[in-house]
Protein backbone atom coordinates (compact mmCIF):
# COMPACT_ATOMS: atom_id res chain seq x y z
CA UNK A 1 0.00 0.00 0.00
CA UNK A 2 1.36 3.21 -0.97
CA UNK A 3 1.38 6.51 1.19
CA UNK A 4 -2.05 7.94 -0.73
CA UNK A 5 -3.73 4.21 -0.51
CA UNK A 6 -3.03 4.24 3.17
CA UNK A 7 -3.82 7.40 4.36
CA UNK A 8 -7.50 6.68 2.20
CA UNK A 9 -7.96 3.25 4.18
CA UNK A 10 -7.32 5.43 7.44
CA UNK A 11 -10.20 8.27 6.75
CA UNK A 12 -12.57 5.41 5.89
CA UNK A 13 -11.54 2.49 8.58
CA UNK A 14 -13.92 3.49 10.90
CA UNK A 15 -16.11 6.12 9.98
CA UNK A 16 -18.71 5.93 12.18
CA UNK A 17 -16.38 7.28 14.84
CA UNK A 18 -16.71 10.72 15.62
CA UNK A 19 -13.92 13.36 16.71
CA UNK A 20 -15.02 16.19 18.85
CA UNK A 21 -13.93 18.80 22.11
CA UNK A 22 -14.51 17.25 25.18
CA UNK A 23 -16.74 18.32 27.98
CA UNK A 24 -16.76 18.03 31.50
CA UNK A 25 -19.69 15.39 31.13
CA UNK A 26 -16.70 13.53 29.50
CA UNK A 27 -14.44 12.82 32.41
CA UNK A 28 -15.83 9.57 33.48
CA UNK A 29 -15.64 8.21 29.77
CA UNK A 30 -12.36 9.18 29.60
CA UNK A 31 -10.87 7.75 33.03
CA UNK A 32 -12.50 4.51 31.59
CA UNK A 33 -10.58 5.07 28.31
CA UNK A 34 -7.32 5.97 30.32
CA UNK A 35 -7.60 2.64 32.96
CA UNK A 36 -7.92 0.36 30.11
CA UNK A 37 -5.36 2.20 28.06
CA UNK A 38 -2.41 1.70 30.51
CA UNK A 39 -3.65 -1.65 31.77
CA UNK A 40 -3.28 -3.18 27.86
CA UNK A 41 -0.62 -0.69 26.72
CA UNK A 42 1.66 -0.58 29.62
CA UNK A 43 1.45 -4.09 31.06
CA UNK A 44 5.39 -5.25 31.16
CA UNK A 45 6.81 -2.12 31.00
CA UNK A 46 4.75 -0.14 34.28
CA UNK A 47 5.13 -2.49 37.48
CA UNK A 48 2.42 -4.61 37.58
CA UNK A 49 1.30 -2.92 41.63
CA UNK A 50 0.72 0.40 39.18
CA UNK A 51 -1.68 -0.91 36.75
CA UNK A 52 -3.91 -3.19 39.38
CA UNK A 53 -3.96 0.62 41.47
CA UNK A 54 -5.41 2.52 38.72
CA UNK A 55 -8.95 3.90 39.86
CA UNK A 56 -11.87 4.74 36.90
CA UNK A 57 -13.10 6.69 40.23
CA UNK A 58 -9.76 8.75 40.79
CA UNK A 59 -8.78 9.41 37.31
CA UNK A 60 -12.57 10.44 36.65
CA UNK A 61 -12.06 13.47 39.41
CA UNK A 62 -8.94 14.09 37.62
CA UNK A 63 -10.60 14.81 33.85
CA UNK A 64 -13.15 16.60 35.62
CA UNK A 65 -10.88 19.61 37.12
CA UNK A 66 -9.04 19.34 34.01
CA UNK A 67 -11.99 19.68 31.74
CA UNK A 68 -13.45 21.79 33.46
CA UNK A 69 -10.53 24.45 33.59
CA UNK A 70 -9.14 23.78 30.23
CA UNK A 71 -7.68 27.00 29.10
CA UNK A 72 -6.14 27.89 25.26
CA UNK A 73 -4.30 26.84 23.80
CA UNK A 74 -5.25 23.62 25.96
CA UNK A 75 -7.53 21.55 24.32
CA UNK A 76 -9.23 17.68 24.90
CA UNK A 77 -10.65 16.04 22.23
CA UNK A 78 -12.62 12.54 22.42
CA UNK A 79 -13.32 10.04 19.68
CA UNK A 80 -16.58 8.76 20.09
CA UNK A 81 -18.36 5.37 18.12
CA UNK A 82 -21.73 5.64 18.43
CA UNK A 83 -22.26 7.31 22.01
CA UNK A 84 -19.45 5.61 23.64
CA UNK A 85 -16.10 7.37 24.26
CA UNK A 86 -13.09 5.12 22.72
CA UNK A 87 -10.19 7.44 22.85
CA UNK A 88 -9.06 10.66 23.84
CA UNK A 89 -6.15 13.45 22.71
CA UNK A 90 -5.14 16.34 24.96
CA UNK A 91 -2.95 19.23 23.62
CA UNK A 92 -1.32 22.36 25.15
CA UNK A 93 1.45 24.83 25.12
CA UNK A 94 4.97 22.57 25.76
CA UNK A 95 4.79 21.46 29.48
CA UNK A 96 8.80 22.56 29.59
CA UNK A 97 9.58 25.23 28.18
CA UNK A 98 11.53 23.75 25.37
CA UNK A 99 12.97 26.05 23.29
CA UNK A 100 12.17 24.64 19.61
CA UNK A 101 8.59 22.53 20.27
CA UNK A 102 6.39 24.90 21.66
CA UNK A 103 3.23 22.60 21.40
CA UNK A 104 1.92 19.16 22.90
CA UNK A 105 0.05 16.94 23.09
CA UNK A 106 0.02 15.80 26.49
CA UNK A 107 -1.95 12.46 26.24
CA UNK A 108 -3.12 10.12 23.53
CA UNK A 109 -4.94 7.14 24.56
CA UNK A 110 -7.50 4.43 22.67
CA UNK A 111 -9.17 1.67 23.75
CA UNK A 112 -7.57 -1.56 22.40
CA UNK A 113 -10.30 -2.49 20.39
CA UNK A 114 -9.79 0.69 18.24
CA UNK A 115 -6.69 1.11 17.57
CA UNK A 116 -5.06 0.16 13.82
CA UNK A 117 -8.48 1.85 12.57
CA UNK A 118 -6.98 5.68 11.86
CA UNK A 119 -8.50 6.60 14.97
CA UNK A 120 -5.82 7.44 16.89
CA UNK A 121 -3.96 9.36 13.27
CA UNK A 122 -7.33 11.73 13.31
CA UNK A 123 -7.19 12.28 17.06
CA UNK A 124 -3.25 13.56 16.74
CA UNK A 125 -4.69 15.87 13.72
CA UNK A 126 -7.49 17.32 15.69
CA UNK A 127 -4.83 18.41 17.96
CA UNK A 128 -1.93 19.38 15.85
CA UNK A 129 -4.86 20.90 13.88
CA UNK A 130 -6.11 22.99 17.18
CA UNK A 131 -2.49 23.84 18.28
CA UNK A 132 -1.65 25.41 14.67
CA UNK A 133 -4.79 27.25 14.90
CA UNK A 134 -3.29 28.74 18.01
CA UNK A 135 0.12 29.43 16.63
CA UNK A 136 1.99 26.81 17.94
CA UNK A 137 2.93 25.06 14.60
CA UNK A 138 5.34 22.76 16.70
CA UNK A 139 5.34 19.95 18.29
CA UNK A 140 5.93 17.22 20.99
CA UNK A 141 4.87 13.88 21.77
CA UNK A 142 6.90 12.20 24.88
CA UNK A 143 6.25 8.03 24.57
CA UNK A 144 8.18 5.62 27.05
CA UNK A 145 10.77 4.14 25.37
CA UNK A 146 9.31 0.58 25.35
CA UNK A 147 5.60 1.52 24.29
CA UNK A 148 5.13 0.16 20.95
CA UNK A 149 3.08 2.79 19.71
CA UNK A 150 6.62 4.52 19.33
CA UNK A 151 6.32 3.16 15.90
CA UNK A 152 3.13 5.13 15.22
CA UNK A 153 4.40 8.17 15.69
CA UNK A 154 7.80 7.29 13.43
CA UNK A 155 5.08 6.54 10.98
CA UNK A 156 3.61 10.24 10.91
CA UNK A 157 6.74 11.66 10.54
CA UNK A 158 8.01 12.42 14.10
CA UNK A 159 11.72 12.33 15.17
CA UNK A 160 13.20 11.20 18.60
CA UNK A 161 14.68 14.27 19.34
CA UNK A 162 14.55 14.47 22.99
CA UNK A 163 15.15 11.77 26.02
CA UNK A 164 14.19 11.73 29.99
CA UNK A 165 14.03 9.43 32.71
CA UNK A 166 10.79 9.71 34.81
CA UNK A 167 10.01 7.12 37.59
CA UNK A 168 6.70 5.38 37.32
CA UNK A 169 5.95 3.12 40.83
CA UNK A 170 9.80 3.34 42.15
CA UNK A 171 10.99 2.19 38.65
CA UNK A 172 12.66 4.42 36.47
CA UNK A 173 11.80 4.54 32.27
CA UNK A 174 13.71 6.60 29.56
CA UNK A 175 10.68 8.66 27.35
CA UNK A 176 11.77 9.61 23.80
CA UNK A 177 10.33 13.09 22.77
CA UNK A 178 9.07 12.68 19.02
CA UNK A 179 9.34 16.35 17.74
CA UNK A 180 7.89 17.87 14.34
CA UNK A 181 9.22 20.91 14.03
CA UNK A 182 6.62 22.13 11.16
CA UNK A 183 3.24 20.53 11.97
CA UNK A 184 1.40 21.65 8.93
CA UNK A 185 3.00 18.16 6.89
CA UNK A 186 1.62 16.28 9.54
CA UNK A 187 -1.82 17.63 9.14
CA UNK A 188 -1.49 16.76 5.27
CA UNK A 189 -0.80 13.38 6.02
CA UNK A 190 -3.97 13.02 8.83
CA UNK A 191 -6.13 15.31 6.55
CA UNK A 192 -6.67 17.41 8.96
CA UNK A 193 -5.86 20.93 7.38
Same mark, same amino acid.
Given at each position: ?????????????????????? %????????? &? /????? @??? %????????? /?L???S????A?? @????????????? +?? +???????? +??????????????????? &??? &???????????????? /???A????????????? &?????????????????????????????? /?????????????????? @?????
Open positions: MDHAETHAAAQTAHPGVRIRAA %TPADAHAIA &I /VHVAS @WRT %TYAGIVPDA /VRQLVAQRRY @WQRVLANVQPPQQ +VF +VAVDGERV +VGFAAAGRERAGDPLYKGE &ILA &IYLLQSHQRQGIGRRL /VGAAAHLLATELDTLL &IWVLEANPARRFYAALGGHPVREQMIRIGG /VDLLEIGYGWQDVRPLLA @WVGAS
